[in-house]
């Protein structure tokens, strides 16, 4: 009998990695031996942020949603994408109380967690944390560093599982794609991809273009994305007269986000988040992209420093030297850009799939009843 999976898949016009990680995987897990169902899981902000209000209008609609889904069909696993910070364990107990699958195993894919700043939570806070703990039978992380604040607060370790997401590019593949190799002397064009939030260095990345034109470099910034940090971002690059090197292009759909990834040449991911599997990260990774990044957790786990990226810190003299360190080092750019073109092929849709499918199938084995 095929397994049958019902998905909380994000809005398509949700901020963040899983609203373009997760259609693809799900569509490639529909050529596999399982019977799959999906149904919008509320995740995130969606383009602009969401009042308070509104927020708890939406998770309550889709926990009785998904309530009706449960009632109508009979699952054995539902995945639902989410995060583990205070507001998602508010959000995710609420929801599985409400949901109360009977049969059905739940799988959480946490695409971020701040597990370690629960440890000296309040009584709310580790009530449900405790609730979570039981209602739970599989977690989705990205590293052994989650998998140790995790059991800091008391899980068990063997209900957690090590994933990655699923990369799609749209129309151009990776296998018709060849990099452009350029020589010092040559315009390079540098890209950003980010929610303009002060945790994500845009105002740094700035002041590292700032000094690298100082330097004698010549260098384009293509800053995709917007938030509250934009307008200082437009006010620094007008005091420094890099109207001519900074552009902003707002927010730009997933595909034409991917785009750049093909035509940039190194991507700048200076970053205050601990961040989980950022898809920014690895989408330009997986092109083959140069990358000048700090070191979080998914990249000290999975990658190596200068062989898949050069390690900065979020100070602008920082990114700015490791960015001319690529400008100036043309063998370490195609080195760098072959190892991450190799690594990506782990990250298709097909190869992600066929990993949780063997994961659901120990969960099931595990939890048999």
């Known amino acids: 009998m095929k397994m049958k999976i019902l998905f909380g898949m994000p809005a398509s016009n949700s901020w963040g990695g899983p609203a373009s990680s997760e259609p693809p995987f799900v569509k490639a897990f529909r050529n596999l031996d399982a019977d799959v169902t999906e149904a919008v899981y509320v995740y995130g902000d969606k383009e602009k942020p969401t009042p308070f209000f509104e927020r708890v209008r939406r998770v309550v609609k889709t926990a009785f949603h998904f309530r009706r889904f449960i009632r109508q069909q009979d699952f054995d696993i539902i995945h639902l994408n989410t995060a583990f910070d205070i507001k998602t364990i508010l959000r995710d107990s609420f929801s599985l109380f409400v949901i109360a699958p009977k049969r059905a195993k739940i799988f959480l894919k946490l695409h971020g967690s701040e597990a370690q700043d629960l440890t000296k939570t309040n009584f709310l806070g580790r009530f449900l944390i405790r609730y979570i703990r039981r209602k739970v039978h599989g977690f989705g992380i990205h590293t052994h560093d989650e998998l140790e604040n995790f059991k800091a607060l008391g899980f068990d370790a063997d209900k957690f599982f090590f994933v990655k997401n699923a990369l799609t590019f749209g129309p151009k593949e990776l296998g018709e794609f060849t990099r452009s190799r350029k020589s010092k002397g040559d315009v390079f064009e540098l890209l950003f991809v980010a929610r303009f939030v002060p945790k994500k260095c845009l105002i740094e990345t700035i002041e590292a273009c700032r000094i690298i034109k100082d330097r004698g470099y010549d260098c384009l910034l293509y800053c995709i994305g917007d938030g509250e940090t934009r ?98 080092n043309e063998q370490l750019r195609h080195t760098i850009s072959d190892n991450n073109r190799e690594f990506g092929r782990s990250l298709t849709p097909e190869s992600v799939a066929r990993d949780f499918f063997d994961i659901y199938t120990d969960i099931l084995n595990k939890n048999q009843t």
Do not use: W
């Not at 001519?244 to 986000?257: K, N, Q, S």
């Not at 989980?276 to 000290?300: C, D, E, Q, Y």
């Open 231 to 328: 307008q200082t971002a437009q006010e620094l690059v007008d005091r420094y007269k890099l109207q001519d090197r900074v552009i902003f292009t707002g927010y730009l759909p997933e595909t034409d986000v991917s785009a750049h990834f093909f035509e940039r040449d190194i991507l700048i991911f200076p970053t205050k988040y601990g961040e989980g599997f950022p898809n920014v990260f690895f989408k330009a990774l997986a092109t083959g992209m140069p990358i000048v990044s700090t070191p979080f957790r998914a990249a000290r786990e999975l990658l190596k420093e200068n062989k898949n990226y050069l390690a900065c810190t979020t100070e602008p003299e920082s990114i700015a030297e490791k960015v001319i360190e690529l400008i100036e």
